[in-house]
């Protein structure tokens, strides 16, 4: 997607422990990492110099995010079902406005999520065709309903992790994109087109600032 369309410099702004902005830092994006965890920022500083990439991180908040992270970039990617953290729809509002006014003119935001459609109206399965946190790391839902998504993350060492997400729903979220400002959306499935996949496991979002010319 983003050099189909030839975009340069790239905004992480759910960085994690880096393993999105390492792979785009590898492929010759211009990448900048930014987390609300400084912890979290100091890992993927760490897993980057272990891939031989020095990544420039920044400690951010979404809903505040112009104020330290500085510029105008081609591009900006919310990975990793992270946008499910937030449970306020004021909070999503204006982290989606601070994501828009990072971008150029023709910037495109790249946003995933689980897909809680169907979680909610069918019940949790997964076909692990895509491994996004890892293929020995296991997530299931403990319990979910309108408001709350609890997950429980099982690793190989037999430690369990519980984690909250709002299960926000595929088109309540292009919504909110297109009030946001966003003129273009297209959303696929497990990394398909719409209809190609009837039951994914997350969707990706392309929303696109400018009209086709």
Known sequence: MLKARGKHSVLDVAAGTG??????????????????????????FDNGREHGVVLKTVHADWRKLNKDVHGKFDAII???NSFTHLFDEHDRRRALAEFYAALKHDGILIIDQRNYDGILDNGFSTKHKYYYCGDQVTAEPVHVDEGLARFEYTFPDGSKHNLNMFPLRKNYVRDLLREAGFQKLHSYGDFMEEGEESDPDFFVHLAEK???R
């Open 19 to 44: 393993f999105h902005s390492i792979q785009l830092a590898k492929a010759g994006f211009d990448v900048t990492s930014a987390d609300g965890s400084a912890e979290m920022l100091a890992k993927a």
């Open 78 to 80: 919310c990975l990793g």
């Open 210 to 212: 400018e009209y086709d």
